[in-house]
């Protein structure tokens, strides 16, 4: 298995952005500047932070951590930004006697922005006007020598000019500061902002800009651009709501140059999950020489050729064992869907790996023999189509026949809940993968896979923000609601999965009647507007406890299946439900068949 977390070891080929990064760092000319790592969750952006430190960890060169998310809610974040960059800074050097001296000015003045963000939150008139009985003195246990009372008499006797003032001289003494030092460069990395609340993400800019934007100095910010974008968005909500984005000016003025971390390509995703495979099968020596000959092959090699594969590797490594051969056609077999159902995103990849790995061992446990690649290409199902793995898994304890057998003999007949198969394009393409399955015991494989609905698989589809943003609509006013499911075409077959998951396991847990009958109606329009879902959605249809199905669920599966191909899937289905206990769902089913 492989350690989920951040890596300074780049198993992507990320040199050409660290070389673009470094190119700015190094330029006097782009200097001061404030970079923005941008990239989905899991795409890098911390490993890529990492590999920048470790290049420019120089003995003239200071590099400052900073992760927002760690002081969130405990201290006011442009506060605890000034205050870890002034104790790094002190923390990193023997400082002569005039470096002193800036530096006991910087601190002091950020002890007095301590007292004015106290201050400023119960007001300095009430103060004045002895409204209240604010205990100054627990504000200022850190910051005795200071004179309370003669500053607050300043702050209201000068009121914004004095804050404005203070600002003005933290920015000059840090500038004076960084000149005695002598450092060529003070590197400033901002990770895990993403992770802040708005306010949070906008304090931090604005320290940047307002207090340590000098010279010699860079801003490193890792983050996911669209929640930057809706941070300034929320923070500022008097913003303009035209065609034209206002928010992006605000953010073009506080990052000067945005690098932008792509979803990795088929040829991409294959070489990195053969990287992880290596690892298992190679000593930290032989790992290391092996990536770096994979990475500094010649320029020339065509860009959509995998540069670790199973038909290249023996030109790049002698003796090759068989079983990382056999994990290198793993790679070749399921990289194509794997590609596609995870948006090319590492992490994702790791965790799907780490998974198919775990059961592997689980069955090791068991005395169970199973087949990685028949386990990896039933996990491929159990991720994207959820609900057909259910109906699959059911459907072995239910039918003497290995389902999977029928479907891939054309030449035998199929149960007819399971004819839509052959007609769902992602279906189809995933039974003809290799290995096909019909001679396999299947039900070994899914004893592992049996937790209850499939929660580490269903935890592990994260939400873009535009998803999460049109599955928050789908609950507001009719027309926010019409407009989301019109936006829903637009987004990945990832995040359309993972929304219909969401409303099926709302629908499931609710008891509330008419919100039920909400959720139906709102499950509907998603499918119909996205109709990769339809199979999915007659999959759940067919799986879900009928005790908790409606009249009204009769019309609407009819309405979805009508002149598609799972129309006579659709009608299979209301022939079960016509001999349902719940009396109601049978006789709506049953008029319907007339």
């Not at 320029?299 to 290198?328: R, T, Y």
């Not at 068991?366 to 386990?375: A, P, W």
Request: a neutral charge.
């Amino acid at each position: 298995m492989w350690n989920d977390n951040e890596t300074h070891q780049d198993l992507i080929d990320f040199k050409y952005l660290t070389d673009s990064v470094n190119l700015i760092i190094n330029n006097d000319n782009l200097i001061p500047s404030t970079i923005g790592i941008y990239g989905d969750w899991g795409s890098g952006k911390s490993s890529l932070m990492k590999m920048i430190e470790l290049e420019n960890t120089k003995p003239d060169n200071l590099i400052i951590k900073f992760n927002g998310w760690l002081f969130e809610g405990y201290e006011d974040a442009k506060i605890a930004l000034l205050t870890t960059l002034i104790d790094e800074i002190i923390k990193s050097r023997t400082w002569d006697e005039k470096a002193k001296k800036y530096l006991s000015r910087l601190v002091k003045r950020i002890k007095w922005l301590k007292v004015i963000t106290k201050v400023g939150s119960i007001g300095v008139n009430t103060y004045m006007a002895n409204q209240t009985n604010f205990d100054f003195t627990k504000v200022a246990t850190d910051i005795s020598a200071l004179e309370i009372d003669d500053y607050i008499k300043e702050v209201v006797d000068e009121n914004q000019s004095m804050i404005d003032k203070g600002i003005r001289e933290f920015h000059k003494d840090f500038e004076s500061l960084l000149k005695e030092t002598k450092l060529k460069r003070v590197i400033v990395l901002i990770d895990d902002l993403d992770r802040c609340n708005p306010d949070t993400i906008i304090s931090t800019l604005e320290a940047i800009k307002l207090f340590l934007f000098v010279e010699k100095s860079v801003f490193i910010i890792s983050a996911d651009e669209r929640l930057i974008n809706y941070a300034v968005k929320k923070r500022f909500p008097e913003l303009p709501s035209t065609d034209y984005d206002v928010s992006k000016d605000y953010i073009e003025k506080l990052i000067h140059f945005p690098i932008r971390i792509p979803s990795l390509s088929e040829a991409e995703y294959e070489a990195y999950i053969n990287l992880l495979f290596a690892q298992l099968h190679l000593n930290p020596d032989e790992f290391e020489k092996l990536r770096n000959k994979v990475f500094t092959q010649s320029i020339d090699v065509d860009l959509s050729v995998c540069k670790l594969s199973n038909e290249n590797i023996q030109n790049i490594l002698p003796n090759v064992s068989e079983h990382m051969k056999k994990d290198f056609i793993l790679s070749k077999q399921i990289n194509p869907i794997l590609v596609s159902v995870l948006s090319g995103n590492p992490r994702q990849c790791k965790r799907f790996l780490n998974m198919m790995m775990l059961r592997l061992n689980m069955s090791i446990s068991k005395g169970v023999t199973l087949k990685k690649n028949v386990l990896a290409k039933l996990m491929l199902l159990e991720y994207f189509k959820t609900e057909s793995f259910n109906k699959l898994v059911k459907a072995s304890y239910e039918v003497e026949d290995n389902i999977l057998l029928l479907l891939e003999n054309s030449t035998k007949q199929t149960p007819k809940s399971f004819e839509s198969w052959n007609s769902d394009p992602w279906l189809k393409k995933w039974m003809y993968i290799e290995p096909k399955l019909g001679e396999e015991n299947l039900k070994l494989y899914f004893y592992f896979t049996k937790s209850k609905n499939n929660i580490e698989f269903n935890t592990n589809k994260r939400l873009s923000e535009e998803a999460k943003t049109i599955l928050k609509n789908l609950f507001e006013s009719d027309l926010v609601s019409k407009d989301a499911i019109r936006q829903s075409s637009q987004l990945s077959n990832v995040d359309k999965n993972a929304i219909f998951s969401e409303l099926t396991n709302k629908l499931i847990t609710e008891e509330d009647l008419s919100k039920r009958s909400n959720l139906n109606k709102i499950l509907v329009l998603f499918v119909k507007q996205n109709d990769i879902l339809i199979s999915e959605y007659c999959a759940f249809m067919e799986n879900i406890s009928e005790s908790i199905l409606m009249p009204s669920n009769v019309p609407n599966l009819l309405s979805i299946t009508k002149n598609t191909n799972h129309q006579a899937y659709g009608v299979t289905i209301l022939e079960k439900w016509s001999k349902s206990s719940n009396t109601t769902l049978a006789t709506a089913s049953k008029n319907k068949l007339k």
